[in-house]
């Protein structure tokens, strides 16, 4: 088992990697705890999914990296200029950001959880506040919400 931590930026090392404390904790203690798994086997399966994926996750980044920095080279040389939204598409669709619409297709929502399979999302989340000052409706009419009284 690792040391305690001795400052904020101290690492653990599990399988190669080198974990946060934080991550570590929650893991060691929170997540896998109950579940059957055992801690050496997913670290090692973790370290795997790692060493597995980081080389097409730095290219995909140095990926986006180009992309944007061609986004941004575009915007620079036509400041000033009125937008033309069809020169800036086949831009896009030349520099490989944007694809063209690919077939119709069917999802089978097979061993998820109902509320995850049948309501669509995402879903409108309004923060709580008292009702005296939330707005009961729009401009346009729409109701919202409105106070329980």
């Not at 088992?1 to 990697?17: E, F, K, Q, T, V």
């Given at each position: 088992?690792?040391?305690?931590?001795?400052?904020?930026?101290?690492?653990?090392?599990?399988?190669?990697?080198a974990v946060g404390h934080e991550l570590d904790d929650?893991?060691?203690?929170?997540?896998?705890?109950?579940?059957?798994?055992?801690?050496?086997?997913?670290?090692?399966?973790?370290?795997?999914?790692?060493?597995?994926?980081?080389?097409?996750?730095?290219?995909?980044?140095?990926?986006?990296?180009?992309?944007?920095?061609?986004?941004?080279?575009?915007?620079?040389?036509?400041?000033?200029q009125p937008h033309d939204a069809a020169a800036y598409?086949?831009?896009?669709?030349?520099?490989?950001?944007?694809?063209?619409?690919?077939?119709?297709?069917?999802?089978?929502?097979?061993?998820?959880?109902?509320?995850?399979?049948?309501?669509?999302?995402?879903?409108?989340?309004?923060?709580?506040?008292?009702?005296s000052k939330l707005p009961t409706s729009t401009p346009?009419?729409?109701?919202?919400?409105?106070?329980?009284?």
């Open positions: 088992m690792a040391a305690a931590p001795s400052d904020s930026y101290s690492r653990i090392d599990r399988n190669g990697l929650f893991v060691m203690n929170q997540a896998l705890p109950g579940s059957g798994i055992d801690p050496d086997n997913f670290w090692q399966g973790f370290a795997q999914l790692i060493a597995d994926f980081a080389p097409r996750n730095r290219a995909l980044l140095e990926q986006r990296e180009t992309i944007q920095a061609a986004i941004d080279a575009w915007h620079k040389e036509r400041v000033g598409r086949a831009f896009l669709e030349e520099l490989g950001y944007l694809q063209p619409e690919g077939p119709d297709f069917a999802i089978d929502p097979t061993n998820v959880d109902p509320e995850l399979a049948t309501i669509p999302g995402p879903q409108l989340v309004v923060p709580f506040r008292t009702a346009s009419g729409t109701t919202f919400c409105s106070s329980a009284s």
